[in-house]
C-alpha cells in the first residue's frame, strides 16, 4: 500500500534551511503504532498526519521516538501541503489537535499560525540550579510551562545576552534527565527582538532547528518585558528560521514561509 508524503522547510523561504517536516494526508487514520514507525523511519524532529474530519483537519504529530501535543513547523508545514500540493481554496485552514483548535491563515508568501498562548511561571531554586548545571552556566530565569496534572510540560531559561545563547553547549544527558518534553532557551536579540534554541534529548530532538509551539510560551513573556504585542524572532540553530510573532489576547499569531522540498511514496 503506497502512502504520498512531502517534505517542507518551515519558516524559511529557502532550501536547506528552516525546519524540515514531513506531511501525511490521510483518507483514514492509521493504527498509531504504525504512525510512530513511519516517523521513526523518516527520522525527523515531525512527521505529521492530517485527516479531514468535518470542515476542520484533524492533525497528529511524531517524533522519532513519540507522539507530541503541539507542533508549530509541522503545522506551518502541513498548510503548505495542503494549500499548494493539494489545492485547498480556503484561505484558512482550521485544525483540531490535542492541544485545541488551530488556524493557519494564507498571507501572500507567508502563512499565519494561529496557537493558544503558553504562559510560564518561575520554578523552585532546586530545579533552577538543575537547569543551570545541565546548561554549563548561569542564568537569569528558570521558568516552567505546566500540565493540567501540575507536572511540567516544557521548560523555559532566560539567558542575558545572544552571545551567551549562540556559544551555549549543553549537556544533552543532563538535560534530558530535566522534566517536561524539551528546555527552550532564550535571549533578547541584537538584530530581533528575541533569539531562541531549543534541545529536546528525552524525545528524540538534541536540538530542534525551528520550533513555532515555542513561541507560544516566548510571545506573552517577551511582549510583557519589551512593551510591544508585534515582534520577530529567529531561532539560531545551524540551520536557523525567521518567524513574525504577534500577541492577540489568548492567542499567539506565528507567520514565516515553508518551502516544498521533496514529494515521495511509502511502500508499506
Not at 488551530?102 to 530545579?127: C, I, N, S, Y
Not at 544527558?173 to 522534566?179: C, D, E
Not at 510571545?219 to 531561532?235: D, H, I, K
Amino acid at each position: 500500500m503506497p502512502l504520498e508524503f512531502h517534505q517542507i522547510d518551515a519558516f524559511t523561504d529557502q532550501p536547506f534551511a528552516g525546519n524540515p517536516a514531513i506531511v501525511y494526508r490521510l483518507e483514514c487514520w492509521l493504527d498509531e503504532a504504525l504512525m510512530q514507525r513511519i516517523a521513526a523511519e523518516h527520522n525527523l524532529a515531525e512527521t505529521a498526519f492530517v485527516v479531514k474530519e468535518g470542515s476542520a483537519w484533524h492533525i497528529r504529530w511524531f517524533t522519532p521516538l513519540s507522539e507530541v501535543p503541539l507542533c508549530g513547523h509541522a503545522t506551518l508545514a502541513a498548510a503548505k501541503v495542503l494549500f499548494d500540493i493539494y489545492q485547498e481554496p480556503a484561505e484558512v485552514l482550521d485544525f483540531t489537535c490535542l492541544s485545541g483548535a488551530l488556524q493557519v491563515t494564507r498571507q501572500g508568501e507567508r502563512l499565519e499560525l494561529d496557537f493558544p498562548v503558553r504562559r510560564a511561571q518561575p520554578v523552585a531554586q532546586d530545579l533552577h540550579q538543575q537547569a543551570e548545571r545541565a546548561l554549563g552556566r548561569q542564568v537569569e530565569q528558570v521558568l516552567a510551562l505546566g500540565n493540567a496534572d501540575g507536572s511540567v510540560q516544557e521548560l523555559m531559561v532566560v539567558l542575558g545576552a545572544e552571545a551567551d545563547l549562540r556559544e551555549l553547549k549543553p549537556n544533552l544527558p543532563a538535560l534530558a534527565t530535566l522534566p517536561g518534553l524539551g528546555v527552550l532557551v532564550t535571549a533578547a536579540g541584537s538584530q530581533r527582538d528575541f533569539v531562541s534554541r531549543y534541545f529536546a534529548p528525552s524525545i528524540g530532538i538534541d536540538e530542534d532547528p525551528v520550533t513555532g509551539s515555542t513561541h507560544c510560551i516566548l510571545m506573552p513573556y517577551w511582549a510583557e518585558r519589551l512593551g510591544r504585542n508585534t515582534l520577530s524572532a529567529f531561532q539560531c540553530s545551524a540551520r536557523g528560521g525567521e518567524l513574525l510573532c504577534r500577541l492577540d489576547g489568548e492567542r499567539v499569531k506565528i507567520a514565516g514561509h515553508a518551502r516544498h522540498i521533496a514529494s515521495g511514496q511509502l511502500m508499506l
